[in-house]
């Protein structure tokens, strides 16, 4: 997925180059504060930031040898140093700058991430504002249900993923953390305040109290967080799918000239870049599994988090931007279709307003038991028998002793079913977007 779908950021940001200059990053504010509490020279300082480099092919080389990336590149970088190296990953662990590293890149994803979940909320809201008064028949249960409109269906979708950004600007703001203590987290050769220090000019949190490790829980909660986003987009386009169905035709993927549906049969118009986001979607569960498992470390750590992490973060990082930007653009170029939606809606003769003729008819007086049993007789037969309600209601002698004809009528309205949507559509919209800490 990281090579082929994602967009250049994504790909650069996960490369070998792109991660050592991270830990070069990590090395040199380390250095920096021990010059400055006095524990290095700061002369070795201005060495290694003038001199410091590496080289991917040599890191590489020297890793085949020694069977450790950490210390392959720190032997690189010595390379170009010369003696003032001696001070780079003084007091260190590999995991003090692996994982370190680390929270700079989940920090530049998340970044990229932010900015794709912009884009997916505002097609919705605008797909919503849009069709914020177009009706169209509810479905529970896949049947006719009562009337609600399209925008209002959107504006639901808008909502649920505002949600699943704000998760997403905690578990981020959660696992850009770092750590600079020790071999098993008890500073035993560098004081915290080197961490604290470190930490805060590398723009990131720092571990409280750690193992060897940045611990994992962080890391789960943010592919989790990943992966529930993917569910939501999952969800959205399984309706847009169903809305498409050649029965229901109320919306269509937008169908680009020259396209083609099928190989076999010339008239298809599949909604088949939905269906990409569904499938996607089963991958983000399966990573965010895999990211629980990585919790569970043998005492202050051992390694078997790291080569999972090593496919799921950089993959879950641009699978989930390739599903946000595909559904934006699903959504920014959706056909609607409100005439069908009518149509659709008045298939069932006036059966989706059978709810407030019951609550009409116990308003006036009539027992629920009562009410229930006048309404569903004449629903049943216009089901099983076509016709239309309202005529049925209107001629029943029993009702119209209850209810004056311009009360069934009043009943019977759309307008009346849908008075409350812009209230909806209010409260929901005064919900601002939670911004991180750094106003992303």
Known sequence: MIDRYSRPELRELWTDDAKYRRWLAVEIAVLEVLAEQGIVPASAVATVKDKADFNVARVQEIENEVKHDVIAFLTNVAEYVGPDSRYIHFGMTSSDVLDTALALQLRDAGKILLVSLDRALAALRDKALAYRHTPMIGRTHGIHAEPTTFGLKCLVFYEELRRGRQRF???????????????????????????????????????????????????????????????????????????????????EEQFSKGQKGSSAMPHKRNPWRFENVSGLARVMRGYALAALENDALWHERDMSNSSVERVILP??????????????????????????????????????????????????????????RLVQKHAMATWNEGGDLKSRILQDAEISKVLTQAEVERALSLQE????????????????????KKGN
């Open 169 to 251: 600007v905690y578990a981020l703001e959660e696992v850009v953390c770092g750590k600079i203590s020790g071999a098993v987290g008890t500073f035993a050769h560098l004081n915290p305040s080197v961490e604290e220090e470190v930490c805060r000019r590398l723009g990131i949190a720092f571990e409280p109290a750690s193992t060897q490790i940045v611990q994992r829980d962080r890391h789960a909660a943010f592919v989790t967080a990943m992966a529930l986003v993917a569910m939501s987009l999952d969800k959205f386009s399984v309706e847009f799918r169903h809305l498409a169905r050649t029965e229901v035709r109320e919306v």
């Open 315 to 372: 993959d879950a990082t641009a699978t989930l931007d390739f599903m946000l930007q595909r559904f934006a653009s699903l959504v920014e170029g959706l056909v609607v279709y409100p005439e069908r939606m009518q149509q659709n809606l008045e298939l069932s003769n006036g059966l989706p307003f059978s709810g407030t003729l019951l609550l009409e008819l116990a308003r006036k007086g009539l027992t629920r038991e009562d009410a229930y």
């Open 417 to 436: 079913a849908l008075r409350n949507v812009d209230q909806i559509f209010e409260r929901t919209l005064r919900t601002p977007i939670l911004k991180t």
